[in-house]
Structures are given as structure tokens and as C-alpha cells.
């Protein structure tokens, strides 16, 4: 299991099989009646979105640290981890991905506020549809699994952070 992980964290096109597996698998599932070749064509599509995202994040944190796809993709694993390198070199590309990182959180956190507004005009939408309609089981449904989502949003969001104030931290202490 290890070894499937890290090769899944490595290499890009391990993510895309996957993502197309999941694509597919998924576009049949809600696409029961369509031709099969349109759930592989749309899973195609995903997939070819996804890994162009994937591609062009692995491109941007390789110029801000200096390093290949490969060794990002190592130094994102030791983030995860923890592990801090005993090379000065990967401590420095270390330093500056987690300075990229945490930049782009913060920068992301000025827009939580508005995000929350929206997630919330679509919620009291739903909850005045369905009293219009007379049915309020499927947006009290919704309801919740929004303010789930935006829960485990909040959750993830708070655990990077602390990841990588932690690896800053442990970056700048000599010990």
C-alpha cells in the first residue's frame, strides 16, 4: 500500500488513470442510460481538466522551488510528514514552497467571507424554493450537506495552516 502511494503522489500519470477511473465510474453512475462511449468520453474531459490544473500547480511550485515535478512532489510528502531535511539546499526549496503555500492560503482566506455569503444565498434559496413547492426534504438535506462541506472545508483549511506554520517553525529553528 505504501509503494501504491507513493507512486500515486509521484507521478501524474498514476493521478490520471486514477481520476479517470473515478471520472467514469462516476459519470455512469449518474448517467445510467447514456452510451458507454459518452462516459468514457467525459471522463476523458475530466480527466484532461484535471490533470492540465495538475500540471500547471507542479510547473508553478517547481520555478518557486527550483526543483523537478518529482522532487516537489517529494518535498510535499515530507511536508505531510513532518520530516524535515538534513540538506541545506532541500531545506531552502522546503522554505520557499511553505512560504509559497502559506502566501496562497492567506491570500485565499480574504475571500472565505463571501464564499460563506454565497454558500449561504444558495442555502436560503433552496429552503425558499422548497417552502414554495411544499417539500422541505430535499433542501433540509441540502442544508446539512452544505454546512458539511463547508465544515470540512473549514477543517482542512485550519489543518494546513497549522502544517505548514509548523514546518515554517521547525524551518527556522537551527535545532
Known sequence: ??????????????QAVMIF?????????????SHPLVWVVQGAF???VSVGFLAV????AGRVTGKDPRGVADLTRRIRHREVPSDPDEQEA????VADQLRKL????????????????????????GAISGSLVFPAI????VAAFCYAIFRMRRHTLALYRHMRSALEDPS
Open 1 to 14: 500500500m505504501h509503494s501504491l502511494k507513493l507512486w500515486l503522489d509521484r507521478s501524474l500519470a498514476a
Open 21 to 33: 477511473a473515478i471520472g467514469t465510474g462516476l459519470t455512469a453512475l449518474f448517467r445510467q442510460g
Open 46 to 48: 475530466y480527466t484532461a
Open 57 to 60: 500547480q507542479r510547473r508553478r
Open 94 to 97: 522546503m522554505r520557499r514552497l
Open 106 to 129: 492567506e491570500r485565499a482566506g480574504r475571500w472565505l467571507p463571501y464564499w460563506l455569503g454565497f454558500m449561504g444565498l444558495v442555502v436560503v434559496g433552496m429552503l425558499v424554493l
Open 142 to 145: 441540502f442544508t446539512v450537506a
